[in-house]
Each structure stands twice: as C-alpha cells, then as structure tokens.
C-alpha cells in the first residue's frame, strides 16, 4: 500500500513493516493509529516494524501513538520494534515511553 508517504509491506517471514518517509504530522494521526490496531488485533503478524530511516519530524501525536503501539503490540504478543529513527527522534520517543531495547538501527537500505 502506498498512500501520502507511507507504504506498509509484509516480509517473508510475516513481519509488517510500515515505513513512511518526510515529516509524519498530525493529519496522518488517524491514518497511522487505525493501520496500527488493525495490525496488531487483526493481522497479528511476527513482528511490527516503524522504518524511519526516512522521516525527518514526527509531531507529539504520533509520537504518543507510537510508544502506544509498543505497549498494544506487548499485549497482543506483537513485538515492535522503530527502526533507524535520527537520534533526536529516538531520544523523543523513549521519553514518550519507547522502551530504548524497541529501538533498532539496521542500517540504511
């Protein structure tokens, strides 16, 4: 699906990785917190994977909605997991409760 600046895709193995790309902002907060409790109820895949390696800005909201997501995937025994989010980024989001071992950096593609 690709859609805006977000394109979600599914690996071999049965990972869901969503990865948008430019400045995630609050007219994407419905979009992105939907796509994540469909996930994660419904589709309850390996593991749920946010690939920033693209995005430059990520407003409060979904920064919420992403520490909220860590937390939905624990219960419904998802991991997920925010890959190669820019230092000011990941330091945003493990103080918006992003556990620090739910960050990953992979690397670029």
């Given amino acids: ?34 796509l ?15 690939d920033l390696t693209d995005v430059g800005a990520i407003d409060p909201i979904n920064v919420g909605t992403l520490a909220a997501a860590c937390a939905l995937g ?3 025994e998802v991991p997920v997991f925010v890959d190669n989010p820019r230092s000011d980024l990941a330091d945003l989001l493990c103080s918006a409760g992003v556990p620090p071992q739910n960050l990953r950096y992979v690397g670029r593609r």
């Fill in 1 to 34: 699906m690709r859609a805006h600046s977000l394109e979600v895709r599914t690996t071999p193995d049965g990972s869901v990785i969503i990865h948008p790309w430019g400045s995630v902002g609050e007219d994407r907060a419905a979009e992105l917190r939907q």
């Fill in 36 to 50: 994540i409790l469909r996930t994660v109820r419904h589709v309850r895949p390996l593991r749920l994977v946010f």
């Fill in 74 to 76: 624990d219960g419904h």
